[in-house]
């Protein structure tokens, strides 16, 4: 479920100008045929709604074939979850999985947000996030509000501090260390995921969709990993997640988990505008999984897995039409409102392309939907 994964590689590979060489898809993964992608998106062939047009290229590329052996499809059988697949996953509609909330559901409504009306996503800063960090959550919270269109908040963080070489929870009434690694040769840290994940399940408040703590620190999963991005356990409504290595001045060794080098390569507002923008897709791509939105087979979305950081980063900030339906049917969001919305935040924070495709998305739509009233005007004169 996480999207960086444990990764082997976790360095940025050069750019080549030859086409990059295809690898095989893990044995058993078929691609998704043209009728498959339609049937998937959720709507009649012929009445596809302007919003969820998928024809032009401009906008929706279909997902390529792996490039590397590391790329999530050359590894893992992903099996693709279509629209009518979620609604038939996804529990928060359904009434017999009320228990999913302790807050009571409003019975009538037919979304999340209609049925759960105080129902809100908790993000929650565990460890510093100021100085070091280059990130402001408030404008991750901002981001994922205006993508998801559900409320996003924070809780209080978890104070986290380093004692000589460990990591300790300082609470009110008292501290304890939390299992961790340190190199000596490189004073590189690690904190161990199982060690967080049971602290964020005791703060899950009454009224939370799903519970996301995101840190600094670097994680790590078992003994044998470089590093973990984080662990997600839909089950259980929480997740944690590290944007320690979304930072564009650090450079990773694929061999050995401390060893990590830092550039000045890149200026101060690039490696500002990279970070937030890497650490938006992160948060919504997991506060997807825990709303039960499966990785994508169907388009370049922001949903596909990814199997190292450089594929993880490749990767569109939009959702594909696939689960952008899911999203819509999920919250009851209106889709132009849903990106006016987004070009705001991307113009706010320098992020161009993104922008510009937000911007063109929407003159498509609305130029669409003005062909089809057109189009109806004329068949009521007939
Ligand atoms: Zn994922
Ligand atoms: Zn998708």
Request: charged share 30%.
């Amino acid at each position: 479920m996480n999207k960086g994964g444990k990764s082997k590689t976790g360095k940025m590979k050069s750019i080549s100008k030859r086409p990059p060489r295809c690898e095989p898809y893990i044995r058993g993964f078929k691609a998704p045929s043209e009728k498959e992608r339609i049937q998937a998106i959720g709507f009649d062939v012929k009445n596809i709604p302007p919003a969820y047009n998928h024809t032009d290229t401009d906008f929706f590329t279909h997902l390529s074939q792996p490039t590397s052996v590391d790329d999530c499809l050359a590894q893992y059988k992903e099996d693709g979850q279509s629209f009518r697949g979620f609604l038939w996953q996804v529990p928060w509609l359904r009434s017999s999985m009320d228990t999913l909330m302790r807050t009571t559901s409003t019975r009538a409504g037919k979304t999340l947000t209609e049925k759960y009306p105080k129902g809100k996503i908790y993000i929650v800063p565990v460890g510093n996030f100021d100085e070091v960090s280059c990130i402001a959550l408030e404008d991750l919270i901002d981001y994922a509000g205006r993508f998801l269109c559900v409320p996003v908040t924070t809780l209080p963080g978890l104070n986290l501090k380093v004692i000589e070489d460990k990591v300790v929870l300082e609470e009110h009434d008292g501290e304890c260390e939390l299992e961790s690694r340190y190199s000596e040769e490189s004073q590189h840290q690690q904190l161990s995921i199982s060690s967080v994940l049971p602290l964020l399940r005791d703060k899950v408040p009454e009224d939370a969709l799903c519970v996301i703590g995101l840190t600094m620190y670097d994680l790590y999963g078992e003994d044998s990993d470089l590093f973990m991005s984080g662990l997600a356990s839909a089950s259980q409504k929480v997740a944690v997640f590290s944007i320690f290595r979304y930072d564009p001045r650090l450079t990773f060794s694929t061999e050995f988990w401390y060893d990590i080098k830092e550039t000045e390569d890149v200026s101060d507002k690039d490696r500002k505008r990279l970070v937030l923008q890497r650490s938006c897709k992160l948060v919504v791509h997991e506060i997807g999984h825990l709303l039960r939105i499966d990785h994508c087979i169907y388009f370049d979305c922001c949903m596909n897995g990814s199997g190292h950081l450089a594929e993880d980063f490749r990767q569109p900030m939009h959702l594909c039409p696939v689960d952008l339906h899911k999203l819509q049917v999920l919250t009851g969001l209106d889709v132009t409102d849903r990106y006016e919305k987004l070009l705001e935040f991307c113009k706010k924070h320098g992020m161009e392309c993104e922008a510009a495709w937000v911007e063109k998305r929407i003159l498509f739509i609305q130029a669409e939907e003005q062909k089809q009233g057109k189009k109806s005007a004329l068949k009521k004169r007939d």
